[in-house]
């Protein structure tokens, strides 16, 4: 067996879930900038134009806050869009559309009008790309009922996720990452497996100490991990993968045993994933901990673009290492 | 055919299609629930039964009566906040709409909506929506869903003159203009944006010229006049229904009341409301029409006068006896179980 065959890029796993869903199901379109002629403007809809055609497979024009409400619409109705945003910093423009129209409508039509459309694309900070094009979203689009909040690390996620995603009834916010489209894991062998929204998963486990993350931040607490084991501190990580429904328990299960916790988040540390997290261990396990819980975040500042600088505002794997000695009193 | 031209509005007259009277009749009586549902709305908020926000469709019936009498069932309708008269156009029942807002669990929206967002996917009414403009994207995508399924429906967007300055509006005319969706557009130019007069709001001359640059053709409609309105929506609705294209209908409207039931109205004078009142209102007007060109009696009107005060006993006693939802619906309907 080659290389190729036996690892997939998560560039790839996105495009093959939608591709799996679109030959599954009908009503199940693309839509966004450069979509389909250019094939992604980062490439994640390699081909699906050519299979699926320009009906199916529909480039937008620049128009966020405009194709975002179009595609809300056509949900009303009873279609299943995937809006791609050329990034979620883009998707700001159409956030009114996201939680007022997509987020709010069941309930204020007493469960009538459900509105099952996917909004993906890159999530966070790429390379240097400065401000306005680096940052996460997931606090945002976390915090609003009516909203379900995917962020996946690795291929079987990715794609098992955004086929779930597809297929939920519910608007779903599917966070991808730049850097990693182009990473490679094991290949996939089932061809229709669909990963369940709302589960987290132990990607590796431990029994000192608990650290929770998600999307491009689970390779920096991997990396810490193997680090930590060499000096005896045995790291458990859990990959959320699902933001929102939140999978307390797989959190509260690990915190119960570990007994110490440390966040990670790429994002800013403000009302962020961290501080919830934080919060519901608090609530939930407060006899447990031995230690009080560490937020690893990114920097209080809008991402600069000079390398020094970079280097101080996206979390690090030493920031991840030092965070984790400090809950273990080491 | 009796025509009047406002000195106001200015509209431009169109050749009226041939009307029954039957037709007429039921227009007439259309306009008349509408007027009758908002003035009841009216009472009971100032009885403390009805709260938030309520905008009230007084003097616009004609425009939501005209268009809606050529829409086919397989069309959807989508609006803004301004919604009473829209669903009870699209035949949905007035208990549902009053007792909606009253907060009551026999609304459409179960209490959980109010005055702007209701809906009824049975008869094809999308909401009911409080955002200013967010309903053209929305509604240009129910005519994407229209044309992507092949199902010969056409889908009317609803907005007033101020959410003509919004940019999603020009973001949803070009896509339904270059993806030739059909969308009608109807401007339902009430001369307010809230309370800044549309002389201080919107740049150019007509509000139908605002699809120009995409193509989209437009026309200026006497909104005072429901057969005036009806003409130009089959036309319209011909148009997009036939060409699977986008169009624009600015239909020049006044509303008696005030933006919200908060409002005074201090921005305009007595006279000018007083004007459109008494020279210019729809129903009056087709009440004119049925007596002067149909030698209508004008005992025949009572029973439609009769009718519509039973309806409206009917909603209100309904809307006031329907129980307020128990706690056990706050966490309902926020996602459907997959």
Redesign the interface.
């Known amino acids: 067996m080659t290389l190729e065959t036996s690892t997939i890029t998560v560039r790839e796993a996105l495009r093959d879930a939608m591709a799996e869903e679109m030959r599954k199901d009908p009503l199940v379109?693309i839509m966004g900038e450069e979509v389909a002629e250019y094939q992604g403007a980062y490439k994640v809809s390699q081909g699906l134009l050519e299979e699926f055609g320009a009906?199916r497979v529909i480039d937008?024009?620049i128009?966020e806050?405009?194709?975002?409400?179009?595609?809300?619409?056509?949900?009303?109705?009873?279609?299943k869009p995937i809006v791609e945003f050329m990034t979620f910093n883009f998707g700001m423009q159409a956030i009114?559309?996201i939680i007022?129209?997509a987020a709010k409508?069941?309930?204020?039509?007493?469960?009538?009008?459900?509105c099952p459309i996917v909004f993906r694309g890159p999530n966070g900070a790429a390379k240097r790309v400065g401000a306005q094009h680096s940052q996460c979203y997931a606090s945002w689009y976390a915090h609003c009922?009516?909203l379900?909040v995917i962020a996946p690390y690795d291929a079987r996620d990715a794609k098992g996720l955004l086929k779930a995603a597809i297929?939920?009834?519910?608007p779903v916010i599917f966070l991808e990452n730049e850097m990693l489209y182009g990473q490679a894991f094991p290949a996939l062998t089932e061809e229709d497996e669909v990963i369940p929204?709302g589960k987290a998963r132990v990607v590796r486990s431990g029994k000192d100490v608990t650290i929770t993350t998600f999307s491009l931040m689970v390779g920096v607490a991997l990396q810490a991990a193997e680090q930590l084991a060499t000096q005896g501190i045995d790291v458990e990580v859990i990959d959320l993968r699902t933001i929102r429904p939140l999978d307390e328990q797989t959190i509260l299960d690990s915190v119960m045993k570990t007994n110490r916790l440390v966040t990670l988040e790429e994002g800013w540390g403000f009302a962020g994933i961290g501080s919830e997290i934080s919060s519901l261990v608090m609530e939930k396990a407060f006899d447990y901990l031995d230690a009080p819980v560490k937020r690893v975040v990114g920097a209080d500042v809008p991402m600069p673009y000079a390398e020094s600088l970079v280097k101080l505002t996206i979390p690090q794997v030493e920031w991840v290492i030092d965070a984790i000695k400090q809950v273990c009193y080491r | 055919m009796v025509t009047t031209v406002s000195q106001k509005n200015n509209p431009v007259t169109l050749n009226r299609l041939p009307v029954t009277q039957a037709e007429l009749l039921k227009y007439y009586r259309d306009m008349l629930l509408i007027r009758r549902f908002e003035e009841r709305s009216g009472q009971l908020y100032g009885m403390g039964l009805i709260a938030g926000f309520c905008h009230l469709y007084i003097g616009q019936e004609a425009v939501v009566v005209g268009i809606q009498a050529v829409l086919q069932p397989q069309d959807?309708v989508?609006t803004a906040y301004r919604d009473h008269g829209h669903m009870l156009a699209c035949d949905m029942d007035p208990k549902g709409v009053m007792a909606e807002l009253t907060g009551r669990i026999g609304?459409?929206?179960?209490?959980?909506?109010g005055s702007m967002?209701?809906?009824?996917?049975e008869k094809n009414f999308?909401?009911?929506?409080?955002?200013v403009g967010?309903q053209?994207?929305?509604?240009?995508?129910?005519?994407?869903?229209?044309k992507?399924?092949g199902d010969g429906g056409i889908c009317t967007i609803y907005m007033g003159d101020g959410a003509v300055n919004q940019?999603?509006v020009y973001?949803?005319f070009?896509?339904a203009a270059?993806w030739k969706l059909p969308a009608l557009y109807i401007i339902e130019n009430n001369g307010y944006s809230m309370g800044t007069s549309i002389a201080r709001h919107a740049a150019g001359q007509h509000l139908y010229e605002r699809g120009i640059a995409y193509g989209i053709p437009g026309e200026e409609v006497d909104g005072m006049d429901v057969l005036a309105v009806k003409a130009a929506a089959e036309q319209a609705v011909k148009y997009v229904r036939e060409t699977n294209s986008p169009m624009i209908l600015e239909i020049k409207t006044y509303r008696y009341r005030g933006h919200s039931m908060s409002d005074p109205a201090k921005y305009r004078t007595k006279e000018e409301v007083d004007n459109m009142r008494q020279n210019f209102d729809p129903i009056e007007r087709a009440r004119a029409t049925l007596i002067s060109e149909f030698g209508v009696a004008e005992e025949a009107f009572s029973p439609i006068e009769k009718e519509i005060k039973e309806i409206m006993l009917e909603a209100v006693e309904f809307a006031q006896t329907s129980p307020e939802p128990e706690a056990s619906e706050l966490m309902?309907?926020?996602?459907?179980n997959?």
């Open positions: 379109f009906k937008t024009p128009t806050h405009g194709f975002a409400g179009l595609g809300v619409g056509a949900a009303f109705a009873g279609l009114d559309q007022n129209s409508t069941l309930y204020m039509s007493g469960g009538q009008m459900g009922p009516g379900k297929r939920d009834p519910n929204i | 959807t989508i609304g459409y929206s179960k209490g959980k909506g967002h209701m809906f009824s996917r999308f909401g009911g929506h409080g955002i967010a053209i994207p929305l509604g240009t995508g129910l005519a994407f869903a229209h992507y399924r940019g999603q973001e949803a070009n896509m270059l309902t309907d926020i996602l459907i997959s």
